[in-house]
């Protein structure tokens, strides 16, 4: 209910003020205080400890020491280039795969492409760590491929994928798929009446391409541009796994809050205010060129495919599969190892299901933890975006609306180390104390994926239009029974889809886990990860573990697939 | 008729948005059992008006009544109204039947109740055979005719319908808005309709309530309306019209301004009293120069069918617009006279 602010009139208070005291009887403004209860002490308190954190001198007293030594002490600024640096160039690299792909799926008849779709799909769900375990046990020092290649004497480039080149290819093959669908859909929705308009006025396909086609994608490119560096940036797996002691941000900051050697609160909370400094950054330049370079470019008419000449048509189809074919090699690796014999880290070349049955005895509990911790902060995320994303979508209250419409977001641009050692510092004492819970987990990927969640029910709630809960509140349903009736049904499917995407992230999800968590509340990531990072440990284990975990991400991501194709409205 | 209709009556409604003012005090009555048309340009303020009567929106202040009721403070859901949305508002999760039923369900009624009323308000609205279509399955006709049979089935007290044709193309709109009138004559609501659409209104209703600018103009019958509009605004806004301004002559002619004295074969008023003459196209004949009150040269015509209509520009650069059945060619001097005319005291401006 909207409240005018105009200054009340006599002969006119007592509506406005009769007014007024109905709108406070709005289930949903409590609903939005308690929200905005929640936001505040999980998003903004963790935050404020960091702050707090990094400006604090070991002895307690107030210091820019630390942020000093972030522009003169290269052991700080190394990093910081590097995360950059090595960012941008994953960036780049996913791109040059990305966009050609995306505009010959959006223009050309293409054999099997709802099948491609659906891998390319899959590949932007696939665990953040599943790249670097995967190629390590191909290109490792002690690699299947590497020690092939030396036994048969065949020469290599390189000893080891370990190092900066090992984390931007297996990140270029973690983002590609990500760009692609934004870039894909961006080339559908193209008019083809201004392909057409340019063809009319003389200008030869390429040119046409080149000057029209490209120019109207460059915000969906940006935009993946973004999501691709900054999942890179963010990710503490990849360079954990790969890196060989190459530095990055994420792992800076890990090594600095838990190392057994030399741990540094303060560091480590330095560190991670450059990396949201540095990611804010990033979406404030994603949104500039987003912002500039939108026009309005769907028209009713749809993109026709057309045929390709055969020999470009080889070309192409070479091209598509060969690119999907490396994209999965990390899935190809990961479930053919677990089902051969590893001794003492070594591949043995029998196939066995030894892993496997190893995995049932030792570590079961791992696996329904995911399960349940996943679950349980999905349901508490829908349930919270659902109530978000309708106060942000229809009510029109004039503070909480817009504050929550902001808090909600900040989560999108905090990576995941920083997000847990802010809750570390905040919720490690007094009032409210989770560290070494296995709730700490739970709130944590429930308040992580919020943002996703919550956007995807606001852009559906976005389609349901005003009149329809009007029509319910006309024909006697009061506004909860319209809310149950009618906007809880037409939203359903991005609620499930959102859902879904949520919990597959939260699953997967090892860079705040791998700082959060505590004995016995052991995740699936956390086993796969310490049995990664340990030299002679049971990879076959690892493998297998990685197989179950990829196997419940897809499982659920099919049926969300073939739901979609029979939902019809 | 229904022996229960209510009349609507609506008493010194405000309401502004922040610093807007939407509406400023607009009394309205509608009879019980006859149909109002809100006929105004977007922006006016009939579309506010009529939510307030449904209770999307609350007033700043001002009182409505349905007969006895005073429903001022009566949330939406218990008011018992029927609306119709401009965009149909169907909803998409459930069929045809689904739709109807709905808020006959919520009532609780007894199954077999709620089939009977069902089928009787699909075949009212001729839908029968089409229960089990989702609303994406039906044209926009249709679709309409849908959320006609959805609002009335639960016979409400009064019918509310939010420019309900204009989503629809020209030739669907006429023989919809017929439908909408048997219908409503059918069952005898109280109905107010909210249109831009000047001759859906005239065709319509049994009482026509033009507004402008957040207040209402006049209420009057449809012919009261055309043939007596009270503000230039409504003379310009209902059908096409020439406006004629000037003051009244000592003789009791329209002196347009020093331009000229046109006589109307009776006084219009006060001598020196400011004016407005408003002519109708189709009260326009052509005479010989003599006995004509107006001469000018044609500087515009069209065929328009049954009839065709022109322009004549008069010596003080007035347009005068009328008209004929047989050609004129443009350059021409022609002589008119006006059979019928209206005066007009209130200046509200042309639409």
């Known amino acids: 209910m909207t409240v005018t602010e105009a200054p009340p009139r006599p002969g006119r208070t007592a509506a406005v003020k009769a007014a007024r005291s109905r709108s406070w009887r709005d289930p949903w403004r409590l609903a939005a205080l308690f929200a905005l209860l929640i936001l505040l002490i999980f998003i903004v308190y963790p935050q404020l400890w960091i702050v707090r954190s990094a400006f604090t001198s070991d002895d307690g007293a107030f210091t820019l020491a630390r942020f000093v030594a972030f522009v003169g002490d290269d052991t700080f600024t190394t990093p910081l280039v590097h995360s950059v640096v090595v960012s941008v160039a994953v960036g780049i690299g996913a791109a040059l795969i990305a966009v050609p792909f995306a505009f010959v799926m959006a223009r050309y008849r293409i054999p099997g492409r709802e099948g491609i779709l659906t891998m390319l799909t899959m590949a932007t769900t696939s665990p953040p760590f599943l790249g670097a375990y995967a190629w390590l046990l191909l290109l490792g020092s002690g690699g299947i491929i590497t020690k092939g290649a030396k036994e048969a004497g065949i020469p290599l480039p390189f000893d080891t994928i370990l190092g900066v080149g090992g984390i931007i290819w297996v990140g270029v093959w973690f983002t590609f798929a990500l760009i692609f669908l934004m870039v894909y859909d961006a080339f559908r929705a193209v008019d083809p009446a201004l392909e057409e308009a340019a063809a009319s006025v003389g200008s030869r396909p390429l040119r046409t391409h080149w000057k029209l086609t490209l120019p109207l994608a460059v915000p969906a490119i940006a935009t993946g541009l973004y999501l691709a560096s900054m999942r890179i940036f963010a990710d503490f797996g990849t360079p954990m796994l790969i890196g060989g002691g190459f530095q990055m941000l994420p792992v800076v900051v890990y090594q600095n809050f838990l190392s057994e050697v030399q741990t540094s609160t303060g560091t480590a909370a330095a560190a991670s205010v450059m990396m949201v400094l540095v990611s804010a950054a990033a979406l404030v330049v994603q949104r500039r060129i987003v912002s500039r370079r939108s026009f309005a470019v769907t028209g009713s008419k749809v993109q026709p495919l057309r045929e390709l000449r055969p020999v470009p048509r080889a070309f192409v189809l070479a091209g598509i599969w060969i690119t999907l074919l490396i994209s999965f090699v990390p899935h190809i690796v990961v479930v053919g190892t677990s089902f051969l014999r590893w001794q003492s880290g070594i591949l043995q070349w029998e196939p066995t299901m030894e892993n496997y049955s190893t995995l049932l005895a030792d570590s079961l509990q791992p696996i329904v933890l995911s399960f349940v911790f996943a679950g349980i902060a999905c349901l508490l995320a829908l349930v919270m975006g659902v109530v978000v994303a309708y106060i942000v979508a229809r009510k029109k209250f004039r503070i909480s609306a817009p504050l929550l419409n902001n808090l909600v977001m900040v989560p999108y641009i905090l990576p995941g180390t920083v997000f847990a050692i802010g809750f570390i510092l905040a919720f490690n004492h007094l009032p409210v104390i989770l560290t070494g819970t296995a709730l700490i987990l739970v709130v944590a990927y429930f308040i992580r994926r919020l943002p996703y969640v919550m956007k995807s029910i606001e852009t559906a709630l976005g389609q349901v239009h005003p009149s329809l809960e009007e029509a319910a509140m006309s024909v006697g349903a009061a506004p909860r029974r319209s809310f149950r009736d009618i906007v809880i049904p037409i939203i359903r499917p991005a609620v499930i889809s959102g859902g879904t995407v949520g919990f597959l992230q939260m699953i997967t999800e090892l860079s705040a886990t791998v700082m959060l968590y505590a004995v016995p509340w052991v995740t699936m990531t956390v086993v796969i990860f310490t049995n990664a990072m340990q030299p002679g440990s049971p990879f076959g284990v690892a493998s297998a573990m990685t197989t179950v975990l990829m196997v419940s991400i897809y499982i659920p991501l099919y049926l969300l697939r073939r739901k979609y194709r029979t939902l019809s409205f | ?351």
């Open chain 2, 1 to 351: 008729m229904k022996s229960t209709s209510l009349d609507i009556r609506v008493d010194g409604i405000s309401k502004s948005f922040g610093p807007v003012s939407a509406l400023e005090s607009v009394d309205l009555h509608v009879p019980a059992g006859q149909l109002a048309t809100l006929l105004g340009a977007s922006g006016c303020g009939k579309t506010t008006l009529l939510r307030i009567i449904a209770g999307f929106e609350t007033a700043d202040d001002g009182g409505i009544r349905f007969g006895e009721k005073d429903i001022a403070k009566v949330p939406v859901w218990k008011r018992r109204i029927g609306f119709v949305f401009q965009s149909y508002a169907l909803w998409p999760h459930m069929t045809v039947e689904e739709n109807v039923a709905y808020g006959l369900r919520l009532r609780k009624l007894p199954k077999d109740d709620v089939k009977a009323k069902v089928a009787h308000g699909l075949a009212m609205v001729g839908l029968t055979g089409r229960e089990n279509r989702h609303p994406g399955q039906l044209s926009g006709g249709q679709q309409q005719r849908v959320a006609l049979a959805r609002a009335l089935a639960l016979e409400p007290d009064v019918l509310l319908m939010d420019e309900p044709l204009s989503n629809l193309d020209a030739k669907l709109r006429v023989e919809m808005r017929r439908e909408i009138r048997r219908i409503q004559q059918e069952t005898g609501i109280t109905a107010i309709y909210v249109t831009h659409d000047q001759d859906e209104a005239l065709e319509i209703s049994d009482v026509v309530a033009v507004m402008n600018g957040g207040r209402v103009e006049q209420v009057g019958t449809p012919e009261e309306i055309y043939e007596r509009p009270e503000t230039t605004f409504v003379a310009s806004f209902v059908g096409s019209v020439t406006l004629l301004a000037g003051t009244v002559a000592p003789g009791g002619g329209l002196d347009l301004d020093g331009l000229g004295t046109v006589e109307f074969g009776g006084p219009l008023g006060e001598a020196g009293r400011p004016v407005t003459v408003a002519l109708r196209p189709e009260d326009m004949s052509i005479v010989d120069g003599g006995q004509a009150q107006f001469t000018g040269r044609v500087v515009h015509s069209s065929f328009q069918g049954s009839t065709r209509e022109s322009v004549a520009e008069l010596p003080g650069g007035q347009r005068l617009c009328f008209e004929h059945r047989r050609p004129l060619t443009t350059g021409s001097v022609v002589g008119l006279t006006a059979d019928r005319h209206t005066v007009i005291v209130k200046d509200t401006g042309v639409a």
